[in-house]
């Protein structure tokens, strides 16, 4: 604890251990009590420095990759009054306060590493003032934070443990420290609430008077968090089902109920629930064996009659012949002038642009987009980072007409930010991008129902322009 000292006397703030004045010539006792204090002070040491070391052993357990997920970086804020529990501290400093700023390297959901540096100010009491009228300690700490409960939605309950320095007087002392916490989801990227901490400071000297020092911290504190961990669904087991009833012919008709239990069906799609082969579904005349179309009946009109299928289109591109400007070559659907009933390949530049046509969807009054269109917004990455001839998108954003209009704006310009912010972090150059919000003046569906709304608040992708390539 930083301090000045009476002007009669030097006094340390936090003093660890009462010295005794000694005879003359010492004694055993004293020599015992000197080899206690030495003792002491090392496991004082030790204590500190174990959170620092069960730190560094949590980070080589758990190495932190860029693909890990919920709160992976939070920076913290704190604010709270303090209270000193020790003697003769209490004799000495009144009720003070202070603040601390930390940040936490969260690398799996429930455990996460933090750094802090805390500042608490006592001021002196009359009965025993001191120059400044105040005593001070500052401390920077290493420890853990744990999260028991990682997917409370409400919020996040915290237990931290910590050790470092205590800078009191002009020297750094061991210092340890726990807390327990609760902070209250505002925003998804805001979290407040308040939290009890505990900090023990062990003096080192031997001066007259020396005592240990802690004292407890009671505030709120303020998180900022950064990309929260994606959990990964657990997959779960079905139990195998049960032995079913006896099948004697094996074409998954019980016999109870197969009209020709020893006569396989032939599964075809034509009254397949009585049990019984069918051999010619259409009788046609040619057998299902031979028949393309067993269940449409040869139209024999000279065109492939003996394969069963009757030929309104000659080469089964779904398009008729009548419409099909080549009715004997298959149309190749590829989205690319597929009406005309004629094979056809689609260029590179026009196909790749078919799937910016996906859109992302975003759940009611939130940024992040559905688990669902993670998919999309791969897809899209994928496409524009391996094609840099398309130039320039337009990425525009979104509302649906749930709340003012106003916010609604708002809502889907940190929409558009938050899919520009995740392409660029995919490796897009953000010169390529661009925002527009449109808030809830375009809905693509007007109905009003739940569904309408939710594929209203959406996010579409526009090409701006093209650079030229060479074919």
């Known amino acids: 604890m930083e301090h000045a000292a009476p002007a009669s006397q030097k006094h340390w703030i936090f003093p660890i251990y009462m010295r005794r004045s000694s005879q003359s010539g010492g004694s055993a006792a004293s020599q015992g009590e000197q080899t206690m204090r030495t003792d002491t002070r090392w496991r004082a040491v030790w204590l500190s420095l174990a959170p620092f070391l069960v730190a560094i052993v949590a980070l080589a357990a758990f190495p932190v990759t860029a693909s890990a997920s919920p709160g992976l970086h939070t920076v913290r804020v704190e604010g709270a009054g303090a209270l000193m529990l020790t003697e003769p501290q209490t004799q000495q400093y009144d009720f003070g306060g202070g603040g601390a700023l930390g940040y936490e390297l969260r690398f799996i959901p429930y455990l996460g590493v933090e750094a802090r540096f805390a500042a608490f100010f006592f001021p002196s009491t009359p009965a025993q003032p001191t120059v400044d009228g105040y005593g001070a300690a500052y401390t920077p700490t290493l420890g853990l934070r744990l999260h028991p409960l990682p997917d409370l939605e409400l919020g996040d309950l915290w237990i931290q443990a910590g050790g470092g320095a205590s800078i009191t007087d002009g020297a750094p002392l061991p210092a340890l420290e726990v807390a327990v916490g609760f902070e209250l989801e505002l925003l998804w990227w805001l979290r407040a609430g308040p939290f009890v901490r ?138 690319y002038r597929d009406e005309d009933g004629c094979p056809d390949e689609a260029p590179e530049s026009e196909q790749e642009l078919q799937r910016l046509s996906e859109r992302i969807l975003f759940p009611n009054d939130r940024v992040r987009p559905t688990r669902s269109s993670r998919s999309v917004l791969r897809r899209v990455i994928a496409l524009l980072n391996a094609h840099p001839e398309i130039a320039r998108i337009r990425i525009e954003a979104h509302a649906s007409t749930t709340g003012s209009s106003e916010y609604n704006l708002e809502l889907s310009r940190r929409r558009g930010e938050r899919v520009r912010d995740l392409l660029v972090r995919g490796g897009v150059a953000v010169e390529r991008l661009e925002v527009q919000a449109f808030g809830d003046t375009n809905p693509e569906f007007t109905g009003g129902s739940e569904d309408d709304e939710a594929q209203n608040r959406r996010v579409i992708f526009t090409v701006l322009e093209r650079a030229e390539t060479t074919e």
């Open 198 to 335: 505990y900090e023990h400071v062990f003096e080192l000297s031997d001066l007259p008077g020396a005592a240990s020092a802690g004292f407890l911290q009671m505030g709120v504190s303020f998180a900022f968090l950064g990309e929260e961990p994606v959990e990964e669904e657990p997959v779960e087991e079905e139990a195998p089902p049960p032995a079913p009833p006896s099948d004697r012919d094996g074409d998954g008709l019980y016999d109870d109920a197969d009209g020709c239990p020893d006569e396989a069906e032939d599964a075809d799609g034509f009254e397949d629930d009585d049990g019984c082969p069918d051999p010619d579904n259409d009788a046609d005349g040619v057998l299902d064996e031979s028949d393309e179309c067993p269940l449409e009946a040869e139209d024999r009109d000279g065109f492939e009659d003996d394969n069963g299928c009757p030929d309104p289109d000659n080469d089964q591109d779904s398009i008729l012949d009548g419409a099909d400007q080549c009715p004997n070559e298959a149309e190749s659907p590829n989205n």
